[in-house]
């Protein structure tokens, strides 16, 4: 039996609130900007996500409020894996329209 541990909803709250207060540096800051970033590629990415498409111009500090705060508005989310969460939050304001 293989184990394979991810980071839930929780730890990306952990890790996006710290980051904002010190830059996005460290293995928080980059745990958070790894997750709210999106990504075109196909290794790891799950049809069943939803995806998020946010402007060029939206900061990744931004992106980090609007998790943190997607958090507070649907706690469910800290359960889930790091992943699906942010999806979730960001694709509420940020869906793909292609």
């Known amino acids: 039996m293989q184990a394979y541990a991810s980071p839930d909803g929780a730890d990306l709250l952990r890790a996006c ?3 904002i207060n010190n830059g996005f540096t460290g293995i928080e800051g980059m745990m958070c900007e790894y ?3 999106p990504c075109a590629c196909t290794v790891g990415n799950d049809p069943a996500l939803p995806r998020f ?3 060029a ?5 931004d992106l980090a409020a609007l998790v943190i705060d997607g958090f ?3 706690p469910d989310l800290l359960d889930r894996d790091a992943q699906t969460a942010a999806a979730v939050i960001l694709a509420r304001k940020y869906p793909c329209t292609d």
């Open 57 to 61: 111009r939206v900061s990744t500090g």
């Open 35 to 37: 997750y709210l970033t």
């Open 72 to 74: 507070k508005k649907s």
């Open 53 to 55: 498409c946010p402007p």
């Open 17 to 19: 609130r710290t980051s």
